[in-house]
């Protein structure tokens, strides 16, 4: 059985500030680790994916999170934030076969001017 | 372009009156899957298809039927709808294999009264 942990719920932060959302996961076996967007009424949008090789990831909107096997953790980073980035944002996991995901229970992202 | 269609966006029924929520797809993927996200929630998986093969998770209700009449189209039946159903239920495809993108979706917003 595979879980994840988004410990904090909601993240308010300055425009232009860092920001980092904390993922960490549960599993028994290998796992590729997902950070999903959802705007307000819309689905979700593929932000990230980890599947092999480097431990570090990008996005195409600066956002970057990095595969720690040690600590199971795959922690979501951007160095400056913008409005435009208020969002949920979701953690998940697959693996064991299948393609089925497991989600956390998000994290609100709240940018502020 | 490619895309995952939902309608209706937002529906509204009465307690107990069936429900359709139908999804389509122009991926030409051969998984659909269901979710079911209540306010604040993580999405929760509630079956999925493999081509036709169906594959209820072991708590979905009941009450919550499927049907996947070919590649492109899948409909969620919900036969009596408790206020406890209300939610946003998200649709989402996939190509086989693990670690596979799953593209979702816009929703539909489902309101019981």
């Known amino acids: 059985a595979q879980s994840v942990t988004q410990l904090d719920s909601q993240v308010p932060v300055f425009e232009e500030a860092p920001v980092e959302l904390r993922c960490n996961y549960s599993?028994?076996?290998?796992?590729?680790l997902f950070w999903y967007v959802q705007y307000p009424n819309q689905g979700l949008q593929l932000l990230l994916k980890?599947?092999?090789?480097?431990?570090l990831v990008e996005s195409i909107n600066g956002f970057e999170a990095e595969f720690n096997k040690s600590q199971t953790s795959f922690h979501l980073r951007k160095p400056s934030v913008h409005i435009s980035d208020t969002a949920e944002y979701f953690c998940a996991v697959a693996g064991g076969g299948g393609n089925k995901l497991t989600f956390g229970t998000g994290t609100q992202l709240k940018v502020e001017l | 372009d490619a895309m995952v269609i939902q309608n209706p966006r937002y529906q509204v029924t009465q307690f107990g009156k069936p429900v359709t929520l139908s999804c389509s797809q122009t991926?030409?993927?051969?998984?659909m899957y269901w979710y079911q996200q209540k306010s604040s929630q993580a999405p929760k998986l509630l079956f999925h298809?493999?081509?036709?093969?169906?594959?209820n998770e072991a708590d979905t209700p009941d009450n919550f039927q499927s049907r996947r009449p070919n590649t492109s189209f899948c409909f969620l039946d919900i036969r009596s709808p408790g206020l406890g159903d209300a939610a946003m239920y998200l649709c989402a495809t996939s190509s086989p294999g693990t670690g596979t993108e799953q593209y979702f979706g816009p929703g539909t917003r489902l309101t019981v009264t």
């Open positions: 980890y599947l092999s090789g480097s431990t």
């Open positions: 298809y493999y081509d036709k093969d169906f594959n």
């Open positions: 991926l030409n993927h051969n998984v």
């Open positions: 599993s028994s076996v290998s796992v590729y």
